[in-house]
């Protein structure tokens, strides 16, 4: 299957949020359907702080990619952090993935940032195969305190 990797588009709202809600179920998460249309507002909007690109091969959207830009206390550059990572389930091993984080990459380069950089779930066994090949695994942990 041949891929494109595009920006998104406000045309592109209905199979972007079919995709999200995918990957949602995949992590085996619940969210308001609120936070979806707020991340797209936010993405859609060129001032906004989330940045996507979504993956079009057979003529219909087959991933997503989201990601944003931050300050760190480690360095004088900015960071990138890939936030969100979802490709259809029949695409998988076909290039869909790494095409996502390679774009992601040139933006970020384009952007001056440093350094790109996200987090998985241990369960996510075929994306960790995909990972290792273009990333360095790091040993941090994460923690998180809900407010």
Same mark, same amino acid.
């Given at each position: 299957?041949?891929?494109?990797?595009?920006? +998104?588009?406000?045309?592109?709202?209905?199979?972007?949020?079919? @995709?999200?809600?995918? &990957? @949602?179920? +995949?992590?085996?998460?619940?969210?308001?359907? /609120?936070?979806?249309?707020?991340?797209?507002?936010?993405?859609?909007?060129?001032?906004?702080?989330? /940045?996507?690109?979504?993956?079009?091969?057979?003529?219909?959207?087959?991933?997503?990619?989201?990601?944003?830009?931050?300050?760190?206390?480690?360095?004088?550059?900015?960071?990138?952090?890939?936030?969100?990572?979802?490709?259809?389930?029949?695409?998988?091993? %076909?290039?869909?993935?790494?095409?996502?984080?390679?774009?992601?990459?040139?933006?970020?380069?384009?952007?001056?940032?440093? %350094?790109?950089?996200?987090?998985? %779930?241990? +369960?996510? &066994?075929?994306?960790?195969?995909?990972?290792?090949?273009?990333?360095?695994?790091?040993? +941090?942990?994460?923690?998180?305190?809900? @407010?």
């Amino acid at each position: 299957m041949s891929i494109t990797i595009e920006k +998104f588009v406000a045309e592109d709202r209905d199979d972007w949020l079919a @995709l999200w809600e995918a &990957y @949602l179920v +995949f992590y085996k998460a619940s969210l308001p359907a /609120e936070v979806g249309h707020q991340t797209w507002q936010r993405m859609i909007d060129p001032t906004g702080d989330i /940045e996507g690109f979504k993956a079009v091969g057979g003529g219909k959207m087959v991933g997503m990619v989201t990601y944003l830009y931050h300050g760190t206390t480690w360095s004088a550059g900015a960071r990138c952090y890939l936030h969100d990572l979802y490709t259809l389930p029949e695409t998988r091993g %076909q290039g869909v993935g790494r095409s996502l984080i390679n774009a992601v990459y040139d933006a970020a380069r384009e952007a001056g940032a440093e %350094q790109v950089y996200w987090l998985t %779930q241990e +369960f996510n &066994y075929h994306g960790r195969i995909l990972y290792d090949k273009v990333a360095d695994r790091t040993p +941090f942990i994460k923690y998180a305190h809900s @407010l």
